[in-house]
């Protein structure tokens, strides 16, 4: 069965950087991962994905520029730089699994992650 273990989350200030990731175990074959997250109040929205190869990548435009995702496949693990936060960057992080072309909805998505925090204050 597949498990997604996502962390590194925390508190910065903003302007700060944070890095997460997400261990995967069980996904085999040609899996696609997301990053979302969700603030008090808020709808869970989509942040970041990146296809198997990490030949396409799709990025929100409320974070593009400043996040990067990447992935090591022999790690079985999914990065997700983020630089240059802000307050509104304030939220749980979740990352998510699926195995097919990468998706920026979070119905596409079959696996998850439990959530990481991260706060960002001024």
């Known amino acids: 069965q597949v498990q997604l273990v996502d962390s590194g989350g925390g508190l910065v200030q903003a302007g700060g950087s944070l890095r997460l990731s997400c261990a995967a175990s069980?996904?085999?074959?040609?899996?696609?991962v997301g990053w979302f997250r969700q603030a008090p109040g808020k709808e869970r929205e989509f942040v970041t994905a990146?296809?198997?190869?990490?030949?396409?990548?799709y990025d929100a435009d409320s974070v593009r520029g400043r996040f990067t995702i990447s992935r090591d496949n022999a790690k079985n693990t999914v990065y997700l730089q983020m630089n240059s936060l802000k307050p509104e960057d304030t939220a749980v992080y979740y990352c998510?699994?699926?195995?097919?072309?990468?998706?920026?909805?979070?119905?596409?998505?079959?696996?998850w992650g439990q959530g990481t925090q991260v706060t960002v204050s001024s």
């Open positions: 998510a699994a699926r195995y097919g072309d990468v998706s920026r909805e979070r119905s596409g998505y079959d696996y």
């Open positions: 069980g996904l085999f074959g040609r899996s696609a």
């Open positions: 990146i296809s198997w190869s990490g030949g396409s990548i």
